[in-house]
């Protein structure tokens, strides 16, 4: 299957600092998706994006399929941001909707 | 966006005894459901798929005896843990795609999860 690499594993900010997440996928993907993970563990979607750049208020994320990575922006961070982003993706064919996830990144925002 | 649904959200159970986690789609059917186990500071692991009408199908190193799984109808999946022991303990996740077009192409949503403690 595919492997799915998260950076930084780590985040420390200020309130009101933007910050770039990095997912690699070790092969192409067909569906690729950020989620956000709650204090309580809900995971919530943020997008989905196999290929190209979408917004969504201060969120917004790139995926480059042919160099098989994607970026999170976060623009002026709040408190509510803090949490674990996941990226996850799977390849198609026989394993059509098995998300594997990446490790993740621990974002913590300070006031 | 679609809205998929857990129960128990926790439970806490003695060691032998089996545990029913109930995974619902509320305004959408799915013909297929995913289960997920999360370790604390860990990553999401897929354990199995559950299929509407069929056997489920388990990741490798996954006990299907011991993580039993029936998909009762389009809206209802369910994971029993049996003879559960402290090394069970964990946050199982369900998710489901909506609708029922090109796999690749769908969003998967997820229930809130429901954390088990064995004692």
């Known amino acids: 299957g595919i492997q799915v690499e998260q950076s930084p594993p780590d985040l420390i900010l200020q309130e009101g600092a933007n910050s770039t997440l990095r997912c690699n996928f070790s092969?192409?993907?067909?569906?690729l998706q950020w989620f956000h993970q709650n204090p309580w563990g809900q995971l919530i979607n943020l997008f989905y994006?196999?290929?190209g750049t979408k917004q969504n208020g201060r969120l917004s994320a790139t995926t480059v399929a042919t160099e098989r990575y994607s970026l999170l922006y976060i623009s002026s961070s709040q408190t509510t941001d803090s949490g674990v982003y996941f990226c996850?993706?799977?390849?198609?064919?026989?394993?059509?909707?098995?998300?594997?996830f990446g490790q993740g990144t621990i974002l913590t925002v300070h006031p | 966006g679609a809205v998929v649904s857990q129960h128990p959200s926790r439970v806490i159970c003695k060691s032998g005894t089996s545990v029913k986690i109930e995974c619902r789609s509320l305004?959408?059917?799915?013909?297929?459901m995913f289960w997920y186990r999360q370790f604390p500071k860990q990553s999401l692991m897929l354990m199995a798929t559950?299929?509407?009408?069929?056997?489920?199908?388990?990741e490798q190193g996954v006990e299907k005896d011991k993580f039993l799984i029936n998909h009762a109808s389009l809206t209802l999946s369910t994971l029993t843990v049996t003879s559960a022991h402290p090394e069970d303990s964990s946050f199982y996740i369900c998710?489901?795609?909506?609708?029922?077009?090109?796999?690749?192409?769908?969003?998967?949503?997820f229930g809130p999860g429901t954390r088990l403690l064995v004692l």
């Open positions: 998710s489901a795609p909506t609708g029922t077009g090109w796999w690749s192409q769908e969003t998967q949503y």
């Open positions: 092969d192409s993907v067909n569906n």
């Open positions: 994006i196999p290929s």
């Open positions: 996850a993706g799977h390849a198609g064919g026989t394993s059509y909707g098995k998300l594997t």
């Open positions: 305004d959408f059917q799915a013909t297929t």
């Open positions: 559950s299929n509407e009408g069929s056997k489920a199908t388990y």
